[in-house]
């Protein structure tokens, strides 16, 4: 008998072993687990707001309605008016909105409705649910919650983009005082850059290769009389608008930079793309 104690008692480990790797390896596979679910991707991602729940009515958003949470745990948007910032903390499949505040621009009635429809549900814990680009968000009880639909990054092609800032290596810098918001450009798909830098419309030859939009020759302008400010802006893009410029995407906004890290930063002109 002694000679069958060491089998007797290496099975029996074995079998408190298989047991044990058994019920670790379960949890989370059942009912009542406490395995956490993974966090909501929706970090990094832009996202259209298309309709907003207050107590089981229904809301249609206004076109701009959107939102974007950030890795720095904010949530930044617009109502289609005003613009929204919040603290957000994510924590499995549940959203915590917190710490909100709202712009005071005076709205149109309708927008005005809505955005307040917004601010009721974008409130405390929220219950995400997505299916593929879409994500519903859902306070507890059921009766408040927003829809939303992930938006892809514009195209450099077909956008119209509207020139915000001038850049110098790592600065940016606004457009001079007084030089007005006319300054945009569409790059088309026929091989066109038209636009206006700041008073004269312009138009000149374009070539896109992986991330280099390269302007051919001098862009052809129009002749129109332009205040001092206009002018300084004017003459800045004609120079910078002239020969290979290295772009970057980065959803609604594009940056353009030559070799000597000048350049420009711009944004989509409503958000739309313009036909060309």
């Known amino acids: 008998m002694q000679t069958q104690t060491p089998r007797i008692l290496a099975s029996a480990a074995l079998v408190l072993l298989l047991a044990a790797c058994g019920t670790e390896g379960g949890a989370g596979a059942g009912p009542g687990s406490d395995t956490v679910a993974p966090d909501l991707p929706v970090a990094g991602t832009h996202w259209t ?72 549900a974008f409130t405390g814990p929220l219950k995400g649910k997505q299916r593929g680009e879409a994500l519903t968000l859902t306070s507890p009880d059921g009766r408040n919650g927003l829809e939303l639909t992930a938006e892809a990054d514009l195209p450099l092609r077909g956008t119209a983009w509207k020139i915000d800032g001038l850049l110098t290596g790592d600065t940016a810098s606004s457009l001079p005082a007084g030089s007005g918001d006319k300054a945009r450009f569409v790059v088309g798909a026929n091989g066109r850059v038209t636009g206006n830098l700041g008073c004269n419309n312009f138009s000149a030859t374009a070539r896109v290769e992986g991330r280099t939009l390269t302007i051919e020759g001098p862009a052809a302008t129009t002749r129109m009389m332009c205040t001092g400010p206009q002018m300084q802006l004017e003459t800045k893009l004609y120079e910078l608008l002239d020969g290979p410029l290295t772009y970057r995407l980065d959803h609604r906004s594009l940056t353009l930079t030559n070799a000597s890290g000048e350049g420009l930063s711009a944004t989509a002109a409503d958000g739309k793309a313009a036909g060309n």
């Open 49 to 120: 707001i298309g309709a907003v729940t207050v107590d089981g009515r229904r809301s249609a958003a206004p076109d701009g309605a959107r939102v974007a949470f950030g890795a720095d745990g904010r949530a930044r948007g617009s109502s289609g008016c005003n613009t929204l910032d919040a603290a957000v903390a994510v924590k499995g499949d549940t959203l915590t909105v917190s710490e909100r505040s709202i712009t005071e621009i005076d709205c149109p009635e309708d927008l005005a409705r809505f955005e307040s429809e917004l601010f009721k």
